[in-house]
Nanobody
Framework: QVQLVESGGGLVEAGGSLSLSCAAS????????MGWFRQAPGKEREFVAA????????YYADSVKGRFTISRDNAKNTVYLQMNNLKPEDAAVYYC?????????????????WGQGTQVTVSS
């Protein structure tokens, strides 16, 4: 059974930083592209960032480019999202997801496995 468990969310002031982690189990981690998505109240879930199985390719939404960094440690079956210079509009529930596809990494429907989410709150 695939499990993705996020951690690291919390409350931070605007301009601050948070680091999210997602520990994966029940899958061959190196076979999967890993992604982060977020969903704010009343909004659709949106793509934030993704990383290829090797870590050699990273993809970002325009809204977070230059502020967020995705990385992975295949030895620990863990993917990370370092978030810097956070803005109030970054507040959302952040979800980790695993995709067996190497393309269309920003599409929700390419990800079969999802974590339960972790809340990020940014105060202005």
């Amino acid at each position: 059974q695939v499990q993705l468990v996020e951690s690291g969310g919390g409350l931070v002031e605007a301009g601050g930083s948070l680091s999210l982690s997602c520990a994966a189990s029940g899958l061959t981690f190196t076979s999967y592209t890993m992604g982060w998505f977020r969903q704010a109240p009343g909004k659709e879930r949106e793509f934030v960032a993704a990383i290829s199985w090797s870590g050699g390719a990273e993809y970002y939404a325009d809204s977070v480019k230059g502020r967020f960094t995705i990385s992975r440690d295949n030895a620990k079956n863990t993917v990370y999202l370092q978030m810097n210079n956070l803005k109030p509009e970054d507040a959302a529930v952040y979800y980790c997801a695993a995709s067996y596809y190497g393309r269309h990494v920003s599409s929700n429907d390419k990800y079969a496995n999802w974590g339960q989410g972790t809340q990020v709150t940014v105060s202005s």
